[in-house]
């Protein structure tokens, strides 16, 4: 059994963020990108399948996007994952969700894997498609808002699910699979000396974008990027006790229209 974990590299959410002068991009120099912590989650449970199962040959992690996204990849490497998948493609942040999962689809053809996890969403896009739409394009079963995972037998897995207030659901699937994992399902753990000092020996099979063939074009165009406007205005009430009253009324009633 083959398991794989998508990872993205994004920027530190603690970064100043700064759009360049053609407002279709952030100013890169000052930022330190790390690993998309969701997408840390779902490391974490691919391990955890791994050390409790002896029928998992391979944990695989695959990250696309510029050359530093590789760090990504080889932080996955150090904490215990086999081997890694780098697709290079510095025209990602210009292509929609189904493009980019066409293309990791593409590269992922050959490899025939049993279970597929990523983080539910990514903290800079935010989209929470790919997973699903991998799903489809590679023939899985999937879930979403997965909060634990449960081997029933080598071929079928039951998956509790995050529903609305506060309710939960338990499905069970029969592999392949392609989950997506909500944050906090487990604990990430950190990479010991011993895994950091093992990277170098692991192998990283790279892709490039531009010689892969991809079926049709981005179907969404990245126009501008722009901080969000501030259109809050503060009113005061002034007057005696009956005038404000009257004016707050006439506000609730014929503004916002709350009463």
Not at 204 to 211: G, V
Request: overall charge negative; charged content about 25%.
């Amino acid at each position: 059994m083959k398991i794989l974990v998508l990872m993205k590299q994004v920027p530190n959410e603690d970064a100043a963020i700064k759009i360049d002068s053609s407002s279709n991009s952030i100013m890169e120099d000052n930022v330190t990108f790390i690993t998309n912590e969701p997408d840390t989650y779902a490391l974490e449970e691919a391990l955890l399948m791994k050390d409790t199962m002896d029928n998992i040959e391979e944990v695989v992690v695959c990250t696309m996007g510029d050359d530093s996204a590789q760090q990504t990849v080889k932080d996955a490497l150090a904490k215990g994952a086999d081997r890694a998948i780098f697709i290079k493609n510095s025209q990602q942040k210009y292509q929609d969700s189904l493009f980019r999962s066409k293309i990791i689809a593409k590269v992922l053809d050959n490899e025939k894997f049993d279970i597929v996890l990523s983080g539910l969403q990514s903290d800079d896009d935010g989209y929470a498609q790919l997973g699903i739409l991998l799903a489809e394009l590679m023939n899985m079963n999937h879930a979403s808002l997965v909060m634990g995972t449960e081997f029933i037998d080598n071929e079928t897995v039951k998956v509790k699910r995050e529903l609305e207030n506060g309710w939960f659901q338990w499905s069970e699937l029969k592999l392949p699979i392609s989950l997506t994992i909500q944050s906090g399902l487990n604990q990430p753990r950190y990479a010991s000396l011993k895994g950091i000092m093992g990277v170098k020996k692991k192998t990283i099979d790279s892709y490039d974008f531009n010689e892969l063939s991809i079926d049709g074009q981005p179907q969404t165009e990245l126009i501008k990027l722009f901080n969000p406007e501030k259109t809050k205005v503060t009113e005061y009430i002034e007057g005696s006790t009956d005038e404000i009253v009257e004016k707050l009324v006439d506000v609730l009633k014929n503004q916002i229209k709350v009463i």
